[in-house]
């Protein structure tokens, strides 16, 4: 007579079966980390290249595909009365992940448009009703107002700007604090053979009894050439004397944005003697300090916001550097704020074995 000791197969391979669910949460967040991750990369390393004259290059990630395969394999011990052997049993399971990653070089109609074409004030203006600090998207993304201009990136006195224009976000930032400045938007219909849909941009400047700002209300409405009582003045894009209750507005592109800052990075002197960079941009007027200090170094650093390494040594955003911090995060935003969303044409697809 034989006995045959069979393991349940159900309490084996149960805790096999939620192997989806117990992993997409920690892979979703690594996942994300690391695309984050090196999207800031990305973006510091095209700040360098542009600071001594290399080519920019931008690929986006388009999509990721993480599969999972679960391969399980069980052995049981059978005995007999006379020929009694000892029951064994054994399980095993193994795990197999194959991600799958896929790039697109962005050239061509989609590089014109994410990089090339000026921010829509419309667009831009309302990130500011989100919070983010107005005179630093001002000294990110705009070129001029009206007829005074920001530091540009070309170096000396044409690229060192205006200090009304420092004086003017510094303005405008306090009013922000103090909840005096807005930003409206109005979307006007088609009119059938007239005019076709667009939007329109105010920014607002509310009065206040405050004895301090009282001033800087004044002095930000005669700047917009607005009267006594007026209160909100329509945002235009261009450059030049604006009309009655107009401010004109000069937006950058993404490479103006990204270029803006590399001319900030106070590279080695040794690399401006050699004529393979120019000096940084110095700024005249209120807080004029760099948006986003870019240290260099000849060692990996320890407590990095971002780093890379270019030409043997390493550009990084220190961690302990919030403002820094802030203005590349500013940056990020700019950058997915301005991609388009034209078909792909070149795709690289590259599947990863782990």
């Given at each position: 007579?034989?006995?045959?000791?069979?393991?349940?197969?159900?309490?084996?391979?149960?805790?096999?079966y939620g192997?989806?669910?117990?992993?997409?949460?920690?892979?979703?967040?690594?996942?994300s980390q690391?695309?984050?991750?090196?999207?800031?990369?990305q973006?510091?390393?095209?700040?360098?290249?542009?600071r001594?004259?290399d080519?920019?290059?931008?690929?986006d990630?388009?999509?990721?595909?993480?599969?999972?395969?679960?391969?399980?394999?069980?052995?049981?011990?059978?005995?007999?009365d006379?020929?009694?052997?000892?029951?064994?049993?054994?399980?095993?399971?193994?795990i197999?992940e194959?991600?799958?990653?896929?790039?697109?070089?962005?050239?061509?109609?989609?590089y014109?448009?994410?990089?090339?074409?000026?921010?829509?004030?419309g667009?831009?203006l309302?990130?500011?009703?989100?919070?983010?600090?107005?005179?630093?998207?001002?000294r990110l993304?705009v070129?001029?107002?009206?007829?005074?201009n920001?530091?540009?990136?070309?170096?000396?006195?044409?690229g060192?700007?205006?200090p009304?224009f420092?004086?003017?976000?510094?303005?405008?930032?306090r009013?922000?604090?103090?909840g005096l400045?807005?930003?409206?938007l109005?979307?006007?219909?088609?009119?059938?053979?007239?005019?076709?849909?667009?939007?329109?941009v105010?920014?607002t400047?509310?009065?206040?009894?405050?004895?301090?700002?009282?001033?800087?209300?004044?002095?930000?409405?005669?700047f917009?050439?607005?009267?006594?009582?007026?209160?909100?003045?329509?945002?235009?894009?261009?450059?030049?004397?604006p009309?009655?209750?107009?401010?004109?507005?000069?937006?950058?592109?993404?490479?103006g944005?990204?270029?803006?800052i590399?001319y900030?990075?106070?590279?080695?002197?040794?690399?401006?003697?050699?004529?393979?960079?120019?000096?940084?941009?110095?700024l005249?007027?209120?807080?004029?300090?760099?948006?986003?200090?870019?240290?260099?170094?000849n060692?990996?650093?320890?407590?990095?916001?971002?780093?890379?390494k270019?030409?043997?040594?390493?550009?990084?955003?220190?961690?302990?550097d919030?403002p820094?911090?802030?203005?590349?995060?500013?940056?990020?935003i700019?950058?997915?704020?301005?991609?388009?969303?034209?078909?792909?044409?070149?795709?690289?697809?590259?599947?990863?074995?782990?």
């Open positions: 007579m034989k006995k045959i000791t069979v393991v349940p197969l159900i309490l084996l391979l149960s805790g096999c192997v989806g669910s117990q992993r997409l949460d920690r892979d979703q967040l690594d996942y690391a695309l984050i991750g090196s999207s800031k990369q973006t510091l390393l095209n700040v360098v290249r542009l001594y004259a080519t920019p290059g931008f690929l990630t388009t999509q990721l595909i993480s599969g999972y395969q679960l391969q399980r394999n069980i052995a049981i011990g059978v005995g007999s006379s020929n009694p052997i000892r029951p064994a049993g054994t399980i095993g399971a193994q197999q194959s991600p799958t990653f896929t790039f697109q070089p962005v050239t061509g109609d989609a014109a448009q994410s990089f090339l074409r000026p921010l829509p004030p667009s831009l309302p990130l500011a009703m989100g919070g983010l600090p107005i005179d630093i998207l001002f993304s070129q001029s107002v009206n007829l005074i920001n530091a540009g990136a070309i170096g000396g006195d044409l060192r700007g205006s009304e420092f004086e003017l976000i510094y303005d405008l930032r009013l922000q604090i103090a400045l807005g930003i409206q109005e979307h006007s219909e088609e009119i059938p053979g007239k005019t076709p849909a667009f939007d329109r105010f920014l400047v509310s009065s206040t009894t405050d004895p301090i700002l009282v001033e800087v209300v004044k002095a930000t409405r005669q917009f050439a607005m009267g006594p009582n007026d209160e909100r003045v329509e945002v235009i894009y261009g450059a030049g004397k009309q009655r209750g107009q401010v004109r507005l000069l937006t950058r592109t993404m490479l944005v990204l270029g803006q590399a900030q990075i106070d590279v080695p002197q040794e690399d401006i003697d050699s004529g393979r960079t120019l000096p940084k941009i110095i005249i007027g209120r807080n004029t300090k760099p948006t986003v200090f870019v240290h260099v170094s060692e990996r650093p320890k407590l990095s916001f971002v780093s890379i270019y030409n043997n040594k390493f550009y990084f955003i220190s961690d302990t919030y820094s911090k802030l203005g590349f995060t500013m940056l990020q700019l950058m997915e704020l301005s991609k388009t969303t034209k078909n792909p044409g070149a795709v690289l697809t590259i599947p990863v074995n782990g």
